[in-house]
């Protein structure tokens, strides 16, 4: 059949004026938001979470369309990514028949179609139905072949942000807990399918080992509904998305006059200073940096802005630098406006610092959160200078050079260090027992470095309720008061200086600053094994 690219809605069958389905892609890694530096926005061309919910809202709006074709093919997104996308679909499902077509069924792409009504595959379709896993891979033999080692002080026993670099070896703490972790993300899995497909959850975990390799056995399995090719889902009525966007309903205005929320987005490690963005893949230092000062002025905005009642702050970050965490911390904790935080993929250590305090936490049942711990250290080239003919000379104060790695810590500089991350640990305990209602004897307990899935992170009292943005939205408004379709906008820094934001902006991202380790003295409240792949 030929299905025009951009649709002629003149060829449709006689009698038929609008088309009665569409189909809607669903592909790529799906930020959850659009960048708010306008240089990034202007040069983001992925499709996002938040543009992808808007189109759905308008095609659950359409009487004149019947059905939706979920198209779901090359999905790279995080397991927190397809259950939010999962529950646009399955708000989309209340007013229109979904199908959801998945040439690869994959656990990520099964999150997102358990949202739909129906799930079809290819009778060739890629069956990838495995479980979680993931693979880390330790340096430290490989690095120490180089004459490089790693200095790495940590509170405590399952901080794991530096043991890639400084063991070569995974120690039996962080497997403990990235078992528990990857088994947290399973119960979530099963949940969700359970749910979608109208069957038990026993049954769901079921699939995880029942060896099935051809959409078929897929069906047989109760996993999907039946073995399709694309062309037999649609019909002569059919059209792309694309070719009807002139037919949507424009968006509903919403009530400003009562009040609007504001969206304050934290992605990427945390940093002092303001947010930037390094294109070069390097480890611990590639991709978005979410910087105290762009974050904090925009809470600040946010707070300012008398026509906002309350505040939503997106996290997705494995944490950072301890001080930005505390100042962004402290701007959500001395808000007079209600203050929702929302967890993406991330939202461990430092962003989970900086939720403490916040009126609400909410939680996709797969984040990576917790990791209630402290961490500093160095690279220690010594070995590496030496090799290579390089000779560091040292003049002044010894003590003001200890973070050099041009040799190890003293022991004196050491003790001196661990008396710092343990004042910081304290603290960040004593962050958790007042903003949750915890006593600091629990909150050490379940700390310890320890990270957690969002699934048990509930249970734990780490986090108020599952769900994704657009919960924490609803519940923003219910706080403050606002109806259902109070707006909402993205809050980012007032403009400064004479310069043109975008200008500014490209002028920070040309100096491309490189260190091996990216947060210089600081400690560190940071999960920064981000190389490891759910899938």
Not at 383 to 392: A, D, H, S, Y
Not at 406 to 432: C, L, M, N, Q, W
Not at 434 to 460: K, M, P, T
């Amino acid at each position: 059949m030929n299905i025009p690219l951009f649709g002629n809605l003149l060829d449709l069958p006689a009698g038929v004026t609008r088309p009665t389905w569409v189909v809607l892609d669903v592909t790529g890694d799906y930020p959850e938001r659009q960048p708010t530096q306008p240089l990034a926005a202007l040069l983001n061309k992925a499709e996002t979470v938040e543009a992808l919910a808007a189109r759905a809202a308008k095609l659950a709006e359409a009487d004149w369309l019947h059905g939706v074709l979920v198209r779901v093919s090359e999905f790279t997104a995080a397991p927190a990514t397809a259950h939010a996308i999962r529950e646009i679909l399955r708000r989309l499902s209340e007013n229109k028949r979904t199908v959801a077509y998945l040439p690869q069924l994959t656990m990520t792409s099964l999150i997102v179609a358990s949202g739909a009504q129906e799930i079809a595959a290819p009778e060739s379709a890629d069956v990838m139905v495995s479980g979680f896993a993931a693979e880390p891979t330790f340096l430290g033999a490989f690095l120490k072949k180089h004459g490089i080692e790693f200095e790495n002080l940590r509170i405590k026993e399952y901080k794991a942000a530096l043991t890639r670099f400084s063991q070569d070896h995974m120690d039996e703490a962080n497997r403990e807990q990235l078992s528990a972790y990857l088994g947290g993300l399973e119960a979530a899995w099963a949940a969700d399918l359970a749910q979608g497909r109208g069957v038990s959850e026993e049954d769901a975990l079921g699939w995880l080992t029942a060896d099935l390799t051809s959409a078929q056995g897929a069906v047989d399995a109760g996993l999907i509904d039946r073995v399709a090719y694309e062309d037999e889902l649609i019909g002569p009525g059919t059209r792309p998305l694309a070719a009807v966007l002139d037919l949507l309903l424009p968006n509903k205005p919403g009530t400003p006059k009562a009040g609007k929320v504001a969206v304050v987005s934290v992605v990427g490690s945390i940093v002092t200073g303001k947010s930037k963005n390094n294109p070069l893949p390097l480890p611990l230092l590639g991709g978005p940096m979410a910087g105290s000062d762009t974050v904090v002025a925009a809470l600040k905005h946010a707070k300012e802005d008398k026509a906002t009642k309350a505040i939503v702050v997106y996290v997705n970050s494995g944490g950072g630098s301890a001080l930005a965490s505390d100042l962004m911390w402290r701007e959500i904790a001395t808000s007079d406006k209600p203050v929702v935080v929302v967890m993406g993929e991330y939202a461990a250590s430092g962003g989970y610092y900086l939720a403490t305090h916040a009126d609400k936490i909410v939680a996709s049942p797969y984040t990576l959160t917790g990791s209630i711990g402290v961490v500093s250290g160095k690279p220690v080239m010594q070995e590496f200078n030496g090799r290579q003919g390089l000779k560091p000379e040292r003049v002044g104060r010894d003590r003001a050079l200890m973070y050099s790695p041009s040799r190890p810590y003293t022991d004196e500089e050491r003790a001196h260090i661990e008396k710092g991350i343990g004042e910081v640990y304290d603290r960040f305990t004593s962050r958790v027992a007042e903003g949750r209602d915890l006593s600091q004897e629990r909150v050490n307990e379940i700390g310890r470095g320890r990270i957690w899935s969002g699934y048990d992170a509930l249970e734990l009292g780490l986090v108020d309720e599952l769900g994704d943005l657009h919960r924490g939205l609803e519940l923003a408004r219910e706080l403050a008061g606002l109806p259902d379709d109070a707006p909402t906008w993205n809050a980012a820094p007032k403009k400064q200086g004479p310069l043109p934001e975008f200008v500014q902006e490209a002028a920070q991202a040309a100096q491309v600053s490189v260190t091996v380790w990216p947060f210089g003295r600081e400690r560190a409240l940071t999960w920064l094994d981000q190389d490891i792949q759910i899938r």
